[in-house]
């Protein structure tokens, strides 16, 4: 009896502290870029209109209420700008991710078959990379990219080219960026259901006569998928929103919906509009998560 | 029928090539295979012959290389020496996949993403036979393990019992030639394990398929195979059929492994007609029978199974005493062990050693039994006996 009493609380307060987390960390400021994007821009502080002012009075209030719009969401749809934005997002992560898989997945399956203190090894080599400060290594990509770096230096010694690569501002160079700065999220959920994977399972797989790649397609595979969903969740979301790599990467002749955002909010003052398309991001981003707790719970239910 | 037999067809064809007859030659021979993996010797040397229709027991303790030895014959390690021949063809360094044999896991190894259905099929469709004739094979191994309207289900909604057979039918849909087990029922419980034993027998006889079974329980091993190789640190030690295994030991070590056993040392050697006298320091003088191979000069040892010992208060009648009474071991029950069938009894004796006796309980009630520190009269006759050399 005294026990529960003892426990009984903390493990109440355990279990609402992610929704007060939710609520004021994600929900609160939500409401507030929601209430942006349907206000219209102003030459005031704060550089938008209608202002809520609870001491206004009641009537105030309604009149603020009725002068919201989604006037700035049309605006999103109607110009082009902000449909190329969205689509190159999408092209970039789809790519992006589809080449982080292919290079990923087989590092996580050769570590999964490496010895087990070997294992750990790899595994620290996977991520010793984010000891470091994430635009400083940015900042190195620039060095080995750029007109006399370390690439172009390496590729003329060897004769492949007679005169320096244009590598740097081009989607080249934001291609091995993002696949560079992503690959150990790829390669960590994809280990780890590999890893945990029985390895008597190949060798049935063998021994009733599946060549090593059939078993690899029809054994390992299939049972890897878990990780495989969640390593391209871990990379399209954050992909979708990137402004860094891009922006120091990549040429600026066409821009992704991180880097739109950016100009719109800092260069044109338009907090509204960047509201607006911050919030078709987040709902464009919640489909595919949606969709992918959904086949999780499926499994799951079959796994009864 | 002609189809359980191809086993043994396929095995005379290929002898022929050979001139050697299929029944001399066998279906499976290991010849002086060793595998080491680094500089620990797995399996070093080992020569053996199993011929089609045998049920084989690979016998040992843990590390002893029985599940290496079995690795190899299903291709998952290539051996460092020797030759492996199936059916006369060397198949020592093919890749699983291309081998006429398979293999049930030790934990079964289902493909969990798969249906029951499907893990049976699975090997039939690598290969390559037609879609009716899988459907026709996969409802025949169902019926064959009992496993009717289960078909849909998925691994992990099955009971162990049950993963079990999904995993032996998978195993026999190829119509193998030779069928590995690796320790097929150390993941069932006892009562299971013993009908599955039977089932397996049973299946075996009915199939008329060569298995080779690894175990680490001799009581499995006893019960199941038609004969057991008892493995030691990488080497065959002894290849017996059970009751010659148990009864006929080839060495201490053997005769301990398998079942339990009275070890006493001999001292001293001393012919009598057909019998030897060995002086032991913890039971004094015992008679036994002489052995068919002649006895050496090394050290030697008198072994004698606990239920071959018997048990009175004062010595056993006059009558029967001349031959089965010879040895007449005087002591104090020490301990009682009651193991429901039989009971055992540890006599400490007399002369400073302690024998174990096992008793059957014959009686349901107490009357015959002994109580701790009684006097007790332990005896047994010279063809009990065992003599050890090594």
Partial sequence: ?304 | MAEELSGTNIAAEAAGADALPAAEQGLLRIEGVAKTFGTFRAVDGVSLDIKAGEFFALLGPSGCGKTTLLRMLAGFEAPDEGRILLGGKDIAQALPHERPVNMMFQNYALFPHLSVRDNIAFGLKRAGMARADIATRVAEMVALVKLEGLEKRKPDQLSGGQRQRVALARALARRPQLLLLDEPLAALDKKLRENTQAELMELQRRLGMTFIVVTHDQEEAMTMASRIGVMKAGKLVQVAKPRELYEAPRSRWIAEFVGDINLFDGESKLRDGHRLVIGTRDAGALVVAEPREPVGAGKLAVAIRPEKVKLSRRGPASEAGHQSAINLLDGVIADICYLGGTTTYKVKLDSGGVLQASVANSARLDVDAYSLNQHVVAWFGPDDCMVLTS
């Fill in chain 1, 1 to 304: 009896m005294n026990s529960r009493r003892i426990f009984a609380r903390p493990a109440r307060f355990a279990a609402i502290a992610p929704y007060v987390w939710m609520v004021l960390f994600f929900l609160v400021p939500f409401a507030f870029v929601l209430k942006i994007s349907l206000s219209q821009t102003a030459i005031a502080q704060p550089p938008y209109e209608p202002v809520f002012d609870l001491t206004a009075g009641w009537d105030a209030l309604t009149s603020a209420f009725a002068a919201l719009s989604i006037d700035n969401f049309k605006l999103l749809i109607s110009d082009d700008i902000y449909v190329f934005a969205y689509v190159r997002s999408l092209t970039v992560a789809i790519i992006a991710t589809a080449a982080l898989l292919l290079i990923g997945y087989p590092i996580a399956y050769g570590m999964a078959r490496l010895p087990k203190r070997w294992q750990a090894v790899a595994m620290v080599l996977v991520i010793v990379p984010f000891w470091t400060s994430f635009l400083i290594r940015i900042y190195a990509w620039i060095n080995i990219l750029q007109h006399d770096g370390l690439l172009n230096q390496i590729l003329l010694a060897l004769h492949l080219v007679s005169q320096p690569v244009v590598w740097l501002s081009t989607d080249t160079a934001m291609y091995i960026g993002i696949v560079y700065s992503y690959l150990p999220f790829m390669i960590l959920p994809l280990y780890a259901t590999l890893a945990k994977m029985e390895p008597a399972l190949e060798e049935a797989a063998a021994d009733l006569g599946a060549p090593p790649w059939q078993a690899f397609w029809l054994v390992t595979f299939p049972l890897s998928l878990p990780g495989v969903g969640a390593g391209v969740l871990l990379c399209v979301i954050p992909i979708v929103g990137e402004f860094v790599i891009p922006d120091l990467l990549a040429g600026s002749n066409a821009l992704m919906i991180g880097q739109t955002l950016w100009l719109e909010f800092f260069t044109n003052k338009d907090w509204p509009v960047a509201s607006a398309a911050a919030i078709v991001l987040l709902v464009m981003l919640l489909v595919p998560l949606l969709l992918y707790e959904r086949l999780q719970k499926q499994q799951l239910e079959q796994g009864r």
